[in-house]
C-alpha cells in the first residue's frame, strides 16, 4: 500500500505539471506486460477513480515477436480488473525479425509506431500512454550526450505529427526499483522481453555504469531529473542561446569580464 501511494504521488506529480490529461481523454495505454507498463496501467486506472476530472483508460498490446512468454495469462488478470484489452500481432514486425534478426531499434520502433497509432485511432483514444521510467530519462539523456552530440532525453509530452495523438509519459518519476518491487508485490504475471535480456549494448554499459554510481549517490536519478528542467543555456555551447555581443549593445570587454565569481580555471 505504502508502494502504491508512493507511485501514486509520482504520477500525480507529472500529470499535473506536465499536464499530461484532461477532461473527456480516452487514453490508451501501451501494455508490453513488462514490470513499467504494469504499473502505468494500474498507476491510471486507480487515478481515474480519484481525479476530479472524467477520463478512461484502455490498453492495447502489439506483438513484435520479442515477448519471452506468451501474454495469454494477462486476459485474465485484466479482465479480473476491468481493463478494456485489445492485442494485436503485427505481421510485418514479426517478417522484419524473421529477414533481419539483428535489426535496430530504430527499424523496431519505427515498425511499432505505425502499428500504435493505427491500433489508438481503432480504440477512438485521443491520448497514448507509454511507461517509460525515470530511468529511460536519464538513460537517453546520458546516451544520447555522449553518443548522439546532443542534449536531450524523451519528451513527457508530445504530439504525433498530424497532432492527432497527446503522447504521454507519466511515470517519467518512477524509478524501476519501484516498478519492480509494485509488480512483485502484485503478483502480476509479468512477461519479459528478449531485448532486455541483451547484454554488450550501449543501453547495457549505461545502466551498469548507474548501478556503480548509485552505490555511492541513491539520488542519482532525480539529480539529474532535477537538472534536465533547469537548464542553464548560458553555460552550454548553443549559439542560438548565447549572447555574443553584449546586451546593451556594447562589446563585452573580453571573455574573463563576464566570468562569474564561481568560474574559477585551475590548471590540472
Ligand atoms: S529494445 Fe528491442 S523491443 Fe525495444 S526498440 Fe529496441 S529492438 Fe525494439
Known sequence: MELQKAILRKVGEAVTRFKMIREGDRIAVGFSGGK???TLLEALLLLRERAPIDFTVCAFTIEQGKFLKPIEPFR?????RGVEWTYKVDNPSLRLLAEQPDHGCDLC?????????QIARELGANVIAFGHTADDFCESFLRNAMFTGRLSALP???WSSKRDFRIIRPLLYVTEDLTRAYAGETGAPIIPCGCSMKTGTVRRSIRDIFTEFEKDYPHLKSTMLSAMGNINTGRLLDLRYLDLESS???EPAGPLAILQEDEVFTES
Not at 76 to 80: K, Y
Not at 111 to 116: I, L, Q
Open 156 to 158: 513527457p509530452i508530445t
Open 109 to 117: 520502433s519505427r515498425f511499432r509506431r505505425r502499428a500504435v497509432y
Open 36 to 38: 513499467d507498463s504494469f
Open 76 to 80: 485474465e488478470f485484466l479482465e479480473a
Open 248 to 250: 546593451t549593445g556594447e
